[in-house]
């Protein structure tokens, strides 16, 4: 993966930079021993690895304005970061850069159940939002798969999703302001605990940008009372394409499960190996849920299991007991954990449309094939959102290239048939240089307009989201001034 | 009046414009500050392009009638989520509202507390620019986090950052029935402290208002099989007991129609006086209802106040530095003039907001000024 080179003049003025930075923030606040730097190194993408001209851990927004005022006036590049769970490199540091922790930001700032919203320092994690609110029965929606660790602030860069958003949608449909320090140390406050925008959704433009607009230091999220109740259902097809249908069926019917999740059998296999969760052996399973009160549980899978059993599931297991329903969840939730056991893996997030499902997984099959690497899929059916896992040998030179040439293959394949890149994981330095097969030239012209709007001498995160033959211009410009 | 019949015609009538273009899509929606120039319709830029039922997506040309996107859906079983309002009856316009002009006044109903805005549901945007560049952005899937999110951006803009072509939803499935859960009499303070016992409730409720006057009544809708629905009403008039002595409406028919007259803000159609939209966090809304004067009627459990208030009166004065905004929706030419019609913004995001405008439409063609302070 191509990064720019660093700024000579940034490096050569590392003392004096880490100086400005220790003046505001003591030091304490700031890492730039490079033994110690090297813990930032790089994100879940382990890959890729660089470590930082320093780091700083603000325990403010105050601190943040600050260190990027500091930061805008030396000209030194800032990567935000929240807990480093990236799967797309969207914290990579670049030598010459800044990263901003927001670990030490973790605080609840005000919780009104009246109004059903939480505000939170954006250091905090995913799931520690729904912890602070648990005790009246709220919880915060998007949950992806990282959430025992993820912060807000990482979720809010890349408009996370999760298992449950077919119901109560992505981090962008539950965001309802944030605070946002710009690249020259201004703090803006956007949108609140009001709904919606009274001029233009700068709010839904922020989120998503990955961290190249500004450094959202606190957020107000929604928060939305538990269901009464949520039960699953196992179903076991001996082909995708039934599975597909039935996925289509189910939606069609006017049901709209919380989450219906999709396995093959390279994952049945080996998250049944890892994780004993009672799986049956066939080509394709769909955990489906809903929720309510059991009786409305009761007639929602009651439809369901009809339109299942039109499909002649080799298996229709309905969760009789909390206990069964934690069984069936178990081989989903532990399928990543499961492929890391036997393999090195890259995990991918194309979206394609649903109808599309079966062709794309016989071309997935092709491909494997022809590449001479396993994939195993794991998704989320309802809307589209793929993971598929290609198992490679990190030791064996050469395989990773391979793996990533295939990974770009597939990516492709989703946009062809009329999805996108990524679903939920953003593009960060992993999917940048691909970004052309989905959009034209004009499309990331106008993206980067923007980008020039909030961070004119983009700083801000740099190398990410855009191909760097299409960001070049811009970059030079900066180097320039 | 320019009336291109492809995409391509739009762009080249807007890399070839002179002056100034008014942008029209059904035309009911004359809302904001008076805009001048020349008119550019986008009546002919109709139809679906694509519609999946079991994969709850739908992308149509924006010019499209909104009437024939929900015929469309309903054939299916399936509706628009947000529940978008007709302006007409609050206006008195008339003609086809399009799905482009929905968008591009990020138009939502009731739902809009259950099932979020118009911007929510919309996942996909082509458009073209003040320059005349086709763009695009988002596609046909409900989860996409490729490249930075400008259909957000475009919905709500008012084409004031590009004339929307084509516009992609995701849809949800239309609901077996519905009901009412019905109080009489209250305040407006107790009114919101109910709403909000109910929104905090696990009954999913997917309406939520309060309609003050002689006869003050409280409503608050559930959706879904009947089953559900019955079982639902139960426990929520149940719960809501305390607040007063509740009934319940299990007529679908009239469910419909009470919820179709908030949604259109009927109350206020014909009634003399200029009207303007609040959105506040639900529990400052009795308050700040207090404030506006006039009459006032509450959607999203507060969230959003509708307010008759006398002809050409500037509502903000009232209202004083508060958190949220208002919207003056129908007022005369020169009211609109005169007072800004959206809110304006603290000075770093009205500068942003600036920015992108002249990224977007570097010569200020498109519907010049129509959002302005």
Same mark, same amino acid.
Request: hydrophobic share 40%; net charge positive.
């Given at each position: 993966m191509e990064m720019p080179a660093p700024d000579s003049a940034v490096l050569s003025r590392k003392p004096r930079i880490v100086a400005r930075l220790q003046e505001v923030l003591g030091k304490t606040g700031v890492i730039h021993d490079e033994a110690e730097t090297r813990a930032y190194?790089?994100?879940? %993408?382990?890959?890729y690895k660089c470590p930082p001209l320093a780091v700083v851990l603000p325990s403010s927004t105050a601190e943040v304005a600050a260190i990027m005022k500091v930061c805008h006036q030396e000209g030194v590049p800032v990567v935000p970061r929240g807990s480093g769970t990236s799967l797309a490199g969207g914290a990579l540091p670049t030598a010459d850069s800044v990263i901003l922790g927001v670990?030490? %930001?973790?605080? *609840?700032?005000e919780i009104d159940y009246d109004n059903r919203f939480i505000r939170v320092q954006s250091g905090r994690t995913n799931l520690s939002v729904t912890g602070a609110v648990e005790e009246e029965d709220f919880f915060y929606a998007p949950d992806p798969s990282s959430q025992l660790a993820c912060a807000i602030a990482g979720n809010v860069a890349m408009n996370s999703g999760g298992?449950?958003? %077919?119901?109560?949608? *992505?981090t962008t449909n539950n965001l309802m302001g944030v605070t946002m320090v710009t690249m020259d140390g201004q703090v803006l406050e956007i949108g609140g605990a009001h709904l919606d925008a009274a001029g233009y959704d700068l709010l839904g433009v922020i989120c998503g940008s990955e961290g190249q607009l500004g450094v959202v230091t606190e957020a107000t999220l929604r928060i939305l009372r538990k269901p009464e109740g949520a039960r699953p259902v196992l179903m076991g097809f001996d082909s995708n394409e039934v599975a597909g249908a039935c996925v289509s069926d189910i939606i069609k019917a006017g049901v709209l499960p919380v989450a219906i999740e999709f396995m093959d059998r390279p994952c049945i296999e080996a998250t049944e190996a890892f994780a004993k969760a009672g799986y049956p052996m066939c080509e394709a399973l769909l955990i489906v849920e809903v929720e309510g009160s059991d009786a409305e549980i009761d007639e929602q899978l009651g439809v369901i299991m009809q339109i299942a059993r039109r499909h002649n599931p080799v298996e229709l297991r309905e969760a009789q007991s909390e206990d069964e329903a934690k069984r069936i969840w178990l081989g989903r939730k532990s399928a990543f954990g499961a492929m890391g056991q036997i393999n090195d893996y890259m995990c991918l997030d194309g979206t394609i449309p649903v109808s599309a499902l079966p062709e794309v997984l016989r071309r997935i099959a092709e491909m494997s094939d022809e590449y001479g690497l396993k994939v195993a899929n794991v998704f989320h059916a309802g809307d589209g959102n793929m993971h598929p896992l290609i198992l490679f040998d990190a030791n064996k030179p050469g395989d990773l290239e391979l793996c990533e040439a295939f990974g770009a293959d597939i990516l492709k394949l989703c946009v062809e048939v009329g999805g996108c890149l990524t679903g939920e994981h953003g593009v960060g330095i992993e999917k940048r240089d691909l970004m052309t097969t989905q959009f034209e030239p004009q499309d990331l012209e106008i993206q980067m307009k923007v980008k020039d709007v909030f961070d004119p001498g983009w700083l801000l995160n740099p190398a990410k989201v855009f191909p760097l033959a299409a960001s070049e211009a811009r970059r030079k410009r900066r180097l320039a001034a | 009046m320019l009336t291109p019949t492809s995409e391509a015609e739009l762009s080249a009538a807007i890399a070839s414009a002179d002056g100034p273009l008014r942008i029209l899509g059904g035309g009911t929606r004359p809302i904001g500050r008076p805009v001048t120039g020349q008119a550019l319709s986008l009546g002919a830029l109709s139809g679906v392009e694509l519609y999946e039922p079991g994969a709850l997506t739908i992308v149509v040309k924006a010019g499209t009638p909104l009437a024939e996107v929900e015929a469309l859906l309903a054939k299916e079983n399936q509706r628009l989520p947000f529940e978008p309002m007709d302006h007409r009856t609050l206006l008195g316009t008339e003609g086809e509202p399009t799905i482009g002009g929905v968008v591009a006044a990020n138009v939502s109903g009731p739902r809009r507390i259950q099932a979020g805005a118009c911007r929510d549901s919309l996942i996909g945007v082509r458009f073209v620019d003040g320059s005349g560049t086709i763009l695009k952005n988002g596609g046909r899937v409900m989860k996409n986090v490729t490249g930075y999110d400008l259909v957000k951006l475009m919905a709500g803009s008012w084409g004031t950052l590009g004339v929307l072509t084509e516009v992609a939803f995701k849809v949800l499935p239309e609901t077996e029935t519905q009901a009412n859960v019905l109080i009489d009499g209250l305040s407006p303070h107790q009114a919101v402290e109910a709403m909000s016992t109910a929104l905090g409730s696990p009954f999913e409720i997917t309406g939520a208002a309060h309609l003050p006057g002689d006869s003050p009544l409280t409503m608050l809708r559930l959706e879904g099989f009947a089953a559900s629905v019955a079982y639902r009403t139960e426990r929520l008039s149940a719960l809501l007991a305390p607040f007063g002595s509740v009934r319940a409406d299990s007529d679908a028919a009239s469910v419909r129609a009470a919820w179709r007259d908030l949604r259109d803000v009927a109350a206020f159609s014909g009634a003399p006086g200029d009207v303007w939209r609040i959105s506040v966090k639900p529990s400052d809304a009795p308050d700040i209802a207090a404030l506006a004067g006039g009459r006032a009627m509450f959607d999203w459990g507060g969230g959003l106040i509708w307010v008759l208030a006398p002809e050409a009166t500037d509502l903000r004065a009232r209202l004083g530095a508060f958190a949220g905004h208002a919207t003056l929706v129908r007022a005369s030419e020169e009211t609109r003039a005169r007072i800004a019609p959206f809110q304006p913004a603290a000075a770093p995001i009205a500068a942003l907001s600036e920015g992108l405008r002249r990224q977007f439409d570097p010569r200020g063609i498109l519907n010049p000024g129509l959002m302005a302070a």
């Open positions: 190194e790089c994100d879940a %993408l382990t890959a670990s030490r %930001l973790t605080r *609840v700032l298992a449950h958003c %077919l119901k109560y949608g *992505v | -």
